[in-house]
């Protein structure tokens, strides 16, 4: 990757809906080498693809928490693979630490959040839990 492309990365992450030719612009390239470049870094799986990013009051609906899960020993693949189903779960990472995993979870209500953490609890491989309800957001780069 080059350092063009990391700088087209750069624009897209702040707005993928710019258009090409505002791109090329402020990259001080050619339209078509835009055109180019997002082709082949989507061809090459650097762009996964786009999104839609909520404005804060709609954001914010909801109950969102950070859930983090100490598993068994060799117990990882199998526990994220229930995990996975669970349409709660935003993320689901693998950390360092006390814990084994860090989710992100998104339910519409407390009642939902609290029955996804029980479900959460309940899965084979899952020694304990603790979870973190989110109550505002500072910064998202995302």
């Known amino acids: 990757m080059t350092p063009k492309d990391r700088n087209l990365l750069a624009l897209l992450r702040l707005n993928a809906r710019e258009p090409v030719s505002a791109l090329a612009r402020k990259l001080g390239v050619s339209r078509s080498t835009v055109q180019d470049r997002i082709r082949r870094l989507e061809e090459q799986g650097v762009i996964a693809g786009y999104t839609v990013t909520l404005g804060a009051e ?3 609906e909801g109950v969102r928490a950070l859930v983090t899960i100490a598993i ?3 117990s990882t693949t199998p526990v994220v693979s229930v995990l996975k189903r ?5 993320a689901i990472h693998t950390v360092s630490g006390k ?3 860090a989710t992100m979870v998104h339910t519409a209500s ?3 959040m609290d029955k996804v953490l029980d479900q959460i609890g309940q899965v084979e491989g ?3 839990t603790e979870s ?3 109550l505002s957001t500072r910064l998202d780069r995302r």
């Open 58 to 60: 709609h954001a914010d």
């Open 72 to 74: 068994e020993p060799q």
């Open 86 to 90: 669970m349409s709660a779960l935003d």
């Open 99 to 101: 814990y084994d995993l």
């Open 110 to 112: 407390p009642a939902e």
């Open 126 to 128: 899952v020694v304990r």
């Open 132 to 134: 973190a309800i989110i």
